[in-house]
C-alpha cells in the first residue's frame, strides 16, 4: 500500500511541476491568473472619474459594469471575483458605483446599502486605518453611512521616525487619503491650516521619493487601490500634476480585459519565489529550467536604498527591482538561492543574507516592511519571522547562532493559549502554526513545549475529509494550509507511515485535477481580517513542496 502511494504521489509531483513550469516565462517569472479586485476596480474607476473623466469614460463605464456584475444575491461584495459579502469590499463598491454612476446603479446602490447595514457598518471595522478609508468613500459619494469623519494628522510626516512605525507602508495611501479631505471635510481651523501648510511640502516630497524610486512609472507599489486613493487626493487638492497624470497612465495600462483591475498589478518574485522553493523541494534543484528564475532574483535585488521606510538596498520586492522592499519575499528567496546549485559562490545570496540580518528587530522578529514597527499589520509576524529562521537555516547559520536564537525566542512569546499562532499575510491560524513549527524545528526546539503544543493544535486542527482549512470548523480545507501543516507535522517528528500524514497526503492527491494543477483558495492578505485573495502559484508551489518533503521522508524511512 505504502509504495502505491508513494508511485502515486511521484506522479502527482511530476504532472504538477510540467504544469507550473508552463507557467513560468522566457524571464524566468512565473504567471498567473488573478480574478479581479472589487476595491482595485472601485479605486481606479474613482480616480479615474476625478483625473481623466473625459479621456476614461469608457473604462469608468466598463469597470462600472463590471462592479455591478459582481454583486452578490445579497446586495454585498465580496474582495474579488466570486467571495462571499464582505463589509469592506461592500463599502467600497456601494459608494463607488453612487459616485461614478448613480443613474445606472440605483437598484445596486439600495442593495449595496441594505447589505452594509446588516452587517454592522463602519463601526464594527476595528482597524482604525480601514475606518478612515471606508468612511472617506462613503463621504465622497456624500452618504450618510459615513457619519462623522476623523480629521487625519497630515503633519505626522513631518516626524520621520513616528510616520514610519506608526504608518509605514500606507505612507503614500495616508498622504492622499488626508489631502482627499480637502473634498470631504470642511476648511479647518487657523492652526490646523497651519500645520497642513507646514506638512504638505513633505507629504509631496513623500510621494515624489516614491515616484522616482519606481522609475517615474506612476505605480504606487504597482497595485491600483492605493494608487487610486492618492490620484484622489492629489486631484481633489490640485497638487502635483505630474504624479496624478502618471498614475492615471498607470490606471489606464493595467486594467484586464473584463474591465476589472487586479489587486496587486505584479507579483513576479512572490510567485517566482514560491515557485522555486516548491520545484527545489519536490526534486528540481538541478533542473535546468530554474536557471532564468535564478537570474530573475539576481535581477530583482534592489540595488537602491528605498528612503521612504527606511529600507537599504539589498533585499526585494513582490514585483521587481524598482518595488517595495519587503522581508517576506526576500526570505523565500534567499531560501531558494540557497538551495539551488552553486549557492556557496552566489554574491547575491550573501549580501541578500546580510540584508535579511539588518533588518532583524530589536526583539529578534522580523516585520515586514519598516523595522520595529509599531504598527500591527506590519508586523512583528511569527510567520514572517519563521521565514526568517528557515532562510538563514537554509543558508548555512547554525541552529544556536545569534540570529537564529533570537528570532526563535521571540517565537516562543508568541504563541496564543490554544497552541496556535498568528499570521499577518495569510489566513490565520494553520498557516501561521504550521510555519512557526517548522521554523522551531529548524532552530533545534522540537522538544520545546511550545512546539509540542503547536504540533498539538496542528493534529487536532486536522479535518475529516484529511485536509487542513483555517482551524474554524466552518471552513472547509485547502491545498495551502493542507501542504503547510504537513511538511510542519514530519519536521516535528511526525512517521511518514502515520494515518495523519497519510490521511493529509491523500487529500492533496484527491485535490489535484487531471491537468496536474491544485486550486487556490483565498488565503492570501490584502486587508487583514477584511479581505483575502488566492495565489494559484502558491497554491502549486506549497502542493509541491509537501508531496516532496512526504517523499524524502518515506525514502529516508526505508534507508
Known sequence: MRSVQIDQVSRAISVGAE??????????????????????TAGAIAALRTADPSGSAALIRTGADWLRRQQRPDGGWGGVTGAESA?????IA????????????????????????????VAV????????????????AELPEAGELRRLPLELVLFDKVRRQRISFRTAPFIGMALLQTRTLPAPGPLRRLTRRLAQPTALRLLEAIHQHEGRTGV????????????????????????????TRFLRDSVRPDGAWDAVSNLDLTRSAFAATGLIAAGYADDRRLAPTRNLFHRGQQRESFTVLGVPAGGWSYSGPRGWPVTLESAEILAALARLPGHDADPVLHSGLAWLLDRQDQRGSWSLWVRDTKLPNDGPCPGITSQGIIALREAGHAHDSPPVAAAARWLLTQQRP???????????????TAIVLDALCHAGLRADPVAVRAKGWLLRAQRADGGWGSGSTTDDASVEETAWALPALLGAGVPADDEVIRRGVGWLLAAQEPDGIWRPSRICAYIRNYMYY??????????????GGYRTAVEAAAR
Open 19 to 40: 504544469e507550473l513550469f508552463r507557467r513560468q516565462r522566457p524571464d524566468g517569472a512565473f504567471r498567473d491568473s488573478p480574478p479581479g479586485s472589487v476595491l482595485g
Open 87 to 91: 463589509l469592506v469590499p461592500t463599502i
Open 94 to 121: 456601494t459608494a463607488t458605483l453612487h459616485l461614478v454612476a448613480p443613474t445606472g446603479s440605483a437598484e445596486a446602490v439600495v442593495a449595496g446599502r441594505r447589505r452594509l447595514a446588516e452587517l454592522g457598518g
Open 125 to 140: 471595522i476595528e482597524d482604525l486605518a480601514v475606518t478612515a478609508m471606508c468612511k472617506q468613500f462613503l463621504a465622497l
Open 220 to 247: 504606487l507599489s504597482e497595485d491600483p487601490w492605493p494608487a487610486a486613493l492618492v490620484c484622489l487626493g492629489l486631484a481633489h487638492a490640485g497638487l502635483a500634476p505630474h504624479l496624478v497624470t502618471a498614475i
Open 418 to 432: 490554544d497552541g496556535s499562532f498568528h499570521n499577518l499575510w495569510y489566513r490565520d491560524f494553520t498557516t501561521g
Open 534 to 547: 488566492p495565489n494559484g502559484a502558491i497554491a502549486q508551489s506549497l502542493a509541491l513542496r509537501a508531496l
